[in-house]
């Protein structure tokens, strides 16, 4: 073991992992946020006059998302995004928002995010359950509350939404049940539409603004958006990961010992450079040993799915798997891949996985693009009563996924997805 150890820690590409992990920005990492500070950043971003360098961009993203996730809404939903929409949106200025925090109810109870635009003459009231729970009497309670606000003759003009931020919302799936009173009210996010400002943080950031490193992080931290360079480092430490399998497991090990358990043999032989090593490198080896866990799902697939042509993609606790058949299906220009099975740990998930079907419709090309919404329409019929204009689509997702058996619900998944797909033809 101890020749195996010096060689990993003599390999070049390990050298190369631990410079690209050495990302000052990513606070996030650092600091674990509560659903309060996620509230506390979320109201800097959509402050335009805040130094974020996004001005209302990311503001706009929002109610954008919004208003695609509002389409079964009723009462007061219905009428904002009747009146707001994209083109609408897109084409104000949002410079007269003002964010408030913890805004108190008659009840003595808060709401996490208010919004008011006395320019504009828009209420938008934001209840942000980062991963925990949230039930029916909360929203009915919060809804009738703020009515009280919503209908005094100073806002009489204003049109007002509801809006849930739920890191865990299964999109499709979950939009099933968002159809009756008094869910429907509200329209349901995940954070998946942060994307778009890590991508113009990041163009930002290249012409020197700073300031939207932080943008990046924390949007990073919150969707699978990852940086071109970290999506070169989980490629990298796969490979890092297979290669030395027994080294990495044992730095795994070593990573979760107690410093009281060391004694002067320990600390002087392997055991101690293996507790050395995990401590000074903590991000290395932790994502080394995701890779190492999650690798198994590939060899059980490919295993279970013989004849087929997979991809499989690893991130921070997170895998990607496609075929390279569904290549076809792509547009010319395609930024992210438009069909794949993705898994990941929940947030507060006590370790718990999740799975289910990405769908990005615009990066298909124009020829499948009918066909292949056909298709998933009928096997996913949710899709067909959801947002049909939506950049992204989550399709049969399973959550609260235990390691050991996240291997055979990715089987089903795929399964699930190719099934839906033999019926589109391919053009060309």
Not at 26 to 45: A, G, R, T
Not at 83 to 93: L, Q
Not at 161 to 187: C, Q, T
Not at 341 to 348: A, C, S
Request: charged share 30%; glycine share 6%.
């Amino acid at each position: 073991m101890d020749d195996a150890f010096q060689e990993f820690v003599a390999d070049p590409r390990l050298r190369r992992a631990t410079e690209l992990l050495k990302r000052s920005n990513d606070i996030f990492k650092v600091i674990q946020l509560s659903e309060n500070q996620h509230s506390e950043i979320l109201k800097w971003l959509f402050d335009p006059r805040e130094g974020h360098g996004q001005g209302d961009a990311i503001l706009k993203d929002f109610l954008t998302a919004a208003y695609g996730n509002s389409f079964d809404n009723v009462g007061n939903n219905r009428d904002f995004f009747a009146a707001w929409t994209p083109s609408r949106i897109a084409r104000t200025g949002f410079h007269s928002m003002i964010a408030t925090r913890e805004y108190v109810l008659p009840s003595a109870k808060r709401l996490d995010l208010m919004m008011v635009d006395p320019v504009n003459k828009m209420l938008v009231v934001i209840e942000n359950k980062h991963g925990s729970k949230l039930g029916s009497d909360q929203l009915e309670s919060y809804y009738r509350e703020f009515s009280i606000l919503r209908n005094r003759p100073a806002f009489a003009e204003y049109l007002s939404a509801y809006i849930v931020l739920d890191r865990n919302f299964g999109g499709a799936k979950d939009e099933e049940s968002n159809r009756i009173v008094p869910r429907n009210r509200w329209a349901f996010l995940d954070y998946q539409w942060l994307e778009a400002g890590a991508e113009r943080a990041e163009l930002q950031l290249k012409r020197g603004n700073q300031s939207a490193a932080l943008v990046i992080a924390y949007c990073q931290n919150q969707t699978d958006y990852e940086l071109p360079e970290l999506k070169d480092l989980d490629d990298l430490l796969a490979d890092v990961a297979q290669d030395y399998r027994e080294v990495v497991e044992a730095l795994e090990e070593a990573s979760c010992r107690d410093i009281a358990t060391l004694t002067p043999g320990t600390i002087n032989g392997d055991i101690g450079e293996f507790w050395i090593f995990a401590n000074h490198y903590p991000d290395v080896v932790a994502r080394l040993a995701a890779n190492a866990r999650l690798s198994y799902i590939d060899k059980h697939l490919r295993a279970a799915l013989p004849g087929r042509d997979l991809n499989t993609d690893f991130g921070d606790n997170r895998f990607w798997i496609d075929d390279t058949k569904w290549d076809v299906f792509k547009s010319e220009n395609w930024k992210r891949q438009p069909l794949a099975v993705h898994g990941w740990e929940m947030k507060n998930g006590d370790g718990l996985f999740a799975v289910g079907i990405q769908y990005r419709p615009q990066n298909l090309s124009d020829d499948s693009r009918e066909q292949v919404q056909q298709a998933l329409e009928n096997e996913f019929p949710e899709l067909k009563r959801g947002r049909q204009n939506a950049s992204f689509r989550m399709l049969g997702k399973i959550d609260r996924v235990t390691e050991p058996t996240l291997a055979g619900k990715a089987q089903s998944v795929y399964l699930r997805l190719e099934k839906a797909l033999q019926a589109v033809e391919v053009i060309g």
